[in-house]
């Protein structure tokens, strides 16, 4: 067994050695900036999370961007959680031998389907929602990525996205030292968004932007500004469209090429505002808002390109407080409405309710839902008496509740496109119909009416007790007088 290095400084790495505990077994990836070890913990007791090692390519000579990042990713990774990062278990410094031990994620990246663009859209749009999920969570936990690229996205067995490689992220809580440091824009070219070349870090819909181009090379293989290797190449994002989606691929969707052109627009303030809310888009293409983005088939004309460069020209990015002040301006509010059974006071208050809601929360969108009770076993009779269909009533109901909620929004000055959506479901149970749409939508505040009648609860139980026990937001029941 090889000894653990000795004396200030990196040591040669070799199969088999030592270090901090940590058994190397063998170098799985030899990259450019750093190079990645499969380890196992010396006295591994009952811990089996698979290790992996990454250590930073140190050379004299080379690019003191790359020490700089590895410390950043040092000082990052600790303080993340959850399923879509590795988990974190040690760090070495550089007097010794630098190094981060993180759990190893079984699979491949999305890199070996990128290279086999174009993709079946279903893909696209899956892997299109679980990578925006993996960025809200992110930037729930004060990081922006700044570096999404298919190399740096991979996939748990359990399907989860995960996101690796923090190394030119930012941390709201932490010092940016690629900033003071550095005077040059940080990200991988055909990736980085407007704000990033303009020099500002601290964008979580930065990674919005990433992800478009990403979703539009495999859409349709094809990259949206190409790979420049410049500032002033990548300076032509700023005033330059890209070609259509719909151009490179007839057959993609209208309502998918406003999702991604949406995530490539200049302005961070016209993008989604949030990767929540990106996500809930790919995962109702029917609420999706068309506008005239959807339906381009050219990019625009010469003057309209030099008008842009004119507008760039001096242009600097408004100031954005932090990754998470970002998300929380741009909530997702579940308005959980019973149109068929509820009594009008109670559908007004609720009404109240979320109006005030969207007065105090500018940027916020609202889905406004109701449950249609399906039976567990027996057939379910889908129309009504008159042969109309039952979905659709409840549908054209809870559009006519909405509608004062509409004329609210109407008022707020640049009104984001598709602030309101309607859902209608099917379901046995309405409980757990909302908090599983909750979960899967990321909903932050959910807003309900109570049951009116006390006998009537004591009967069926009360569905806004239980989603308020098991939803994973906060949950607003609202009450009647009579209630």
């Not at 930012?170 to 407007?194: A, K, N, V």
């Not at 500032?231 to 209208?254: F, K, N, Q, S, T």
């Not at 016209?270 to 381009?296: G, M, Y």
């Amino acid at each position: 067994m090889a000894s653990e290095p000795r004396g200030p400084g990196p040591g040669k790495l070799e199969p088999g050695q030592v270090i901090d505990g940590f058994r190397l077994i063998e170098r799985t990836h030899q990259g450019g900036m750093a190079h990645l070890w499969r380890v196992s913990r010396v006295d591994d007791g009952d811990d089996s999370l698979p290790l992996i090692m990454k250590v930073p390519r140190i050379k004299g000579g080379d690019d003191p961007a790359t020490i700089v990042g590895f410390e950043v990713e040092q000082m990052i990774m600790p303080a993340l959680a959850g399923v879509h990062v590795p988990r974190f278990v040690a760090k070495g410094d550089f007097t010794r031998q630098p190094y981060i031990v993180m759990e190893r994620i079984e699979g491949n990246s999305l890199r070996t389907r990128f290279e086999q663009a174009p993709l079946p859209l279903a893909e696209v749009i899956e892997v299109g929602w679980k990578v925006a999920t993996a960025l809200h969570d992110l930037h729930r936990q004060h990081v922006i990525h700044l570096d999404v690229k298919p190399s740096n996205v991979m996939f748990r067995s359990t399907g989860e996205a995960v996101l690796v490689d923090f190394g030119l992220s930012r941390h709201d809580l932490l010092p940016d030292l690629l900033d003071e440091e550095f005077e040059l824009p940080m990200g991988t070219g055909p990736y980085m968004s407007p704000e990033q070349v303009q020099f500002v870090r601290n964008d979580p819909r930065s990674d919005l932007f990433a992800l478009g181009v990403l979703l539009y090379h495999l859409a349709t293989g094809q990259r949206p500004f190409g790979a420049p290797t410049t500032v002033r190449g990548l300076r032509r994002r700023l005033y330059e469209e890209p070609v259509p989606p719909r151009a490179h691929r007839p057959d993609l969707p209208p309502w998918l090429q406003e999702v991604i052109l949406r995530c490539l627009e200049v302005q961070p303030a016209k993008r989604h505002q949030s990767a929540a809310q990106l996500a809930f888009a790919l995962q109702n293409p029917e609420q999706v808002a068309l506008t005239e983005r959807a339906a381009r088939l050219e990019r625009g004309s010469r003057w309209q390109s030099l008008r842009r460069w004119f507008k760039a020209v001096g242009h600097e990015p408004a100031p954005v407080a932090s990754a998470v002040e970002q998300t929380v301006r741009s909530p997702i509010v579940l308005a959980a409405v019973d149109v068929a059974g509820a009594e009008s006071s109670l559908l007004e208050a609720v009404r109240h309710t979320v109006q005030r809601l969207l007065q105090t929360e500018p940027g916020a969108r609202l889905a406004c839902l109701t449950v249609m009770r399906t039976n567990r076993i027996a057939t379910d009779e889908l129309v009504e008496r008159d042969g109309s269909s039952k979905h659709v009533n409840l549908l054209v109901q809870l559009k006519h509740w909405a509608h004062p909620l509409v004329k609210t929004l109407e008022q707020q000055h640049e009104v984001p496109e598709g602030r309101l959506t309607f859902h209608v479901l099917e379901a046995p149970d309405p409980a757990t119909a909302i908090v599983e749409y909750a979960q899967r939508n990321q909903v932050d505040h959910i807003v309900m009416g109570a049951r009116s009648s006390g006998s009537l609860r004591r009967y069926l139980g009360s569905v806004s007790a239980q989603v308020a026990a098991e939803a994973p937001c906060n949950v607003t029941v609202v009450r009647t007088a009579a209630g």
